[in-house]
């Protein structure tokens, strides 16, 4: 973790940062500082503040998951009150956040990503394959739409659509408006 800390220091000359975290390196306006233990606590590492005016950047080692495949990142490591805090969470390409509890604000989360009128689309479009393809189909499109369908881009009302050609289809006679119906279908199809 990378903190940027900056403002005014007006009565607290040290700042230490709180186990579990473990101070890396630290800089004040560009050059480092040392990072010493108070009061021979040698859980408690911290650095003397020289300047009122602070510009700091810390690197923090933060442990791994809790043994549960849960990772705990406390908001501010440090023995000292802020009065306003943000973060950035990097992930790697293709990764999404699933879900952060204990914050005021998290935007894009998997989870935020859900309205119900989401869920509602995608269980009666499940429920529809259902009625189409059968069970298994249905529980594989439930499946296929949860993970997919908050996405950005993901396609969403284009498979109702498709499902409206497919059904059309079954149950018109043959004729000319059947032979419609599957070119739709089939553009449909190709769309998606």
Not at 64 to 79: E, N
Not at 95 to 118: F, N, P
């Amino acid at each position: 973790v990378r903190d940027y800390i900056s403002g005014q220091v007006h009565n607290a000359w040290r700042l230490d940062m709180r186990p579990p975290g473990k101070l890396g390196r630290v800089t004040v306006a560009g050059k480092d500082l040392p990072i010493t233990y108070r009061d021979n606590d040698a859980y408690t590492t911290g650095v003397e503040l020289r300047q009122r005016n602070l510009d700091l950047s810390a690197d923090i080692r933060v442990p791994g998951d809790d043994g549960r495949g849960i990772v705990q990142i406390s908001a501010v490591d440090w023995d000292h009150d802020f009065h306003e805090v943000d973060g950035t969470l990097h992930l790697p390409p293709g990764w999404r956040l699933l879900h952060a509890t204990g914050v005021d604000e998290v935007d894009e989360t998997w989870i935020q990503g859900w309205s119900l009128l989401d869920i509602f689309l995608a269980l009666v479009i499940s429920i529809a394959i259902g009625r189409l393809f059968g069970v298994g189909w249905a529980l594989l499109s439930l499946i296929t739409l949860g993970l997919c369908f908050p996405e950005w881009m993901a396609p969403q009302t284009i498979f109702i659509f498709v499902l409206i050609g497919e059904a059309l289809h079954r149950v018109l006679p043959e004729g000319t408006l059947r032979r419609l119906v599957s070119v739709y279908r089939w553009l449909v199809l190709i769309i998606l």
